[in-house]
């Protein structure tokens, strides 16, 4: 036996068990209000806290700096999405896996194939689409209306992904049950009760989200053999089918199961919450929202935006910085640890969960001052790192439909906001929630005014309050 002392482990900062549930107690309060925490864990704890003191299996890094080395080593550091526990040969399995948790060679291989489909000159193919989608949209909205505007935009973005990403009309069959599937499915697949009761037993959600799950799968794989069989217009699907790898390979049935559904989510979740923030933001602060609609004026003279029409809206370029900024649809990423590392001066061993913070990140005072205001003018001359700004993730797993995100984002706020004025009725609770994206948990009810009024602002109240300094 060896008499060599070992030394003693650093002692990673944190939070004591709770009294009854112990460790379980910390995970419960977590996942309550997992923004709340990580902002509470970082200023009490410093950069680096684990959930109960010193212990190593799952861990929070705050920062550009430790952005930066869990993003850019991705042998070390493992990118995984799913922790639901599901059977390894099962649609929903199937159904989650695609380029957003790939790792090693197959992750190098799919982002290859895929990032063919996301050229500047693809996605200016969809312009003309995407802007005929949304006027029909807006054309069913009427001045005076108060609207739940959280389910308004889900549908509008739906509409779009399901068009100009798979080249399907909205009013068409395959549309029509594709879109409200993939909408049950991830209200389940999200579900407390679902993540908390994994268990496939008659009367639990979990057995029905596998049984939607397979039916899910199998509208998608009707799909994609359709296309195969004959092509249509150049869409995302399409060109997915066609990718061909140096080798000549190209993606399986599997992979582009999940593709198109993690696209379809992707490409309809993330924005339409974003518009949300976006609208609720300008609602609070009517001199910038009064800018941003004579700059759209001054411009487009009440036409559709060309795709040229885009680059030239420095202010509405700001605004949907400093939103994506102050409330980032995504405000944490997840990493798993393949061997030994180090996190600053803390010793972790192989299989230590960590979790990075968008969140947190843009909220840093060093890096932008006044973090909970909503100023849109910090980025006329702020250039942050993509380390310190990571609204689409950053490093090898970086968003490849960030630029496309983008384009729906402008194209559907120079649309709307060229209509209506959006006011929030006074007294409404906006309380966020994070499941997949950061949203309004009770929905956001707006009211639809004339574009002859002046914008005006009515109080609110939630915790969105905590997160945003409102006058």
Not at 36 to 58: D, I
Not at 108 to 117: C, G, I, N, S, Y
Not at 450 to 466: A, D, H, K, L
């Amino acid at each position: 036996m060896s008499n060599q002392i070992q030394p003693s482990p650093i002692s990673i900062p944190g939070p004591a068990a709770t009294p009854i549930l112990g460790r379980r107690g910390n995970y419960l309060r977590y996942f309550r209000d997992p923004i709340a925490s990580m902002q509470n864990f970082y200023q009490t704890y410093g950069s680096v806290v684990t959930f109960v003191e010193n212990t190593t299996s799952w861990v929070f890094a705050f920062g550009p700096d430790y952005n930066r080395q869990l993003l850019t080593d991705p042998e070390l550091f493992n990118v995984q999405l799913l922790f639901l526990p599901t059977p390894a040969d099962s649609a929903v399995r199937r159904l989650c896996t695609g380029l957003l948790n790939m790792n090693g060679d197959l992750h190098r291989q799919q982002r290859q194939l895929m990032k063919p489909a996301f050229h500047e000159e693809h996605l200016k193919s969809y312009h003309a689409g995407m802007v005929a989608t949304v006027q029909r949209f807006l054309d069913h909205w009427q001045v005076g209306q108060v609207l739940d505007m959280a389910s308004e935009l889900r549908q509008l973005t739906l509409y779009l992904t399901t068009q100009t990403l798979f080249g399907l009309e909205a009013s068409g069959e395959m549309a029509r049950t594709l879109a409200p599937l993939i909408k049950q499915w991830l209200l389940l697949f999200t579900s407390d009760v679902v993540n908390q009761l994994p268990l496939n037993l008659p009367g639990l959600p979990y057995r029905t989200l596998l049984r939607l799950s397979e039916n899910l799968e199998s509208h998608i794989q009707a799909m994609i053999t359709q296309r195969q069989a004959s092509p249509a217009q150049p869409d995302l699907l399409t060109r997915l089918i066609q990718a061909r790898d140096e080798g000549q390979a190209g993606m399986t049935d599997m992979e582009l199961i999940g593709e198109t559904n993690l696209a379809f989510i992707s490409g309809h979740e993330k924005s339409a919450v974003t518009l949300m923030w976006i609208l609720f933001l300008l609602s609070q602060h009517p001199r910038l929202a009064s800018d941003l609609c004579d700059e759209l004026d001054g411009l487009l003279h009440g036409e559709a935006p060309t795709s040229d029409h885009l680059s030239q809206l420095p202010l509405l370029d700001q605004v949907i910085k400093e939103s994506l900024r102050i409330l980032p649809p995504i405000s944490s990423l997840w990493r798993l640890g393949t061997a030994p590392f180090e996190l600053g001066s803390y010793p972790l061993p192989k299989g230590s969960w960590v979790t990075l913070s968008p969140f947190v990140t843009h909220h840093l005072s060093d890096f932008y001052p006044e973090p909970r205001r909503f100023r849109p003018e910090r980025w006329s001359t702020l250039t942050p790192s993509p380390y310190e700004y990571l609204p689409f993730g950053a490093g090898t797993h970086a968003c490849l439909g960030a630029s496309f995100a983008v384009m729906q984002l402008k194209i559907v706020l120079t649309l709307l906001l060229q209509r209506y004025h959006v006011t929030i009725p006074p007294g409404t609770k906006i309380e966020t929630q994070m499941k997949i994206t950061l949203s309004p948990r009770y929905g956001m009810p707006v009211r639809l005014t004339p574009r002859s009024e002046p914008f005006t602002r009515s109080e609110v109240s939630g915790n969105i309050r905590q997160f945003v300094e409102l006058a």
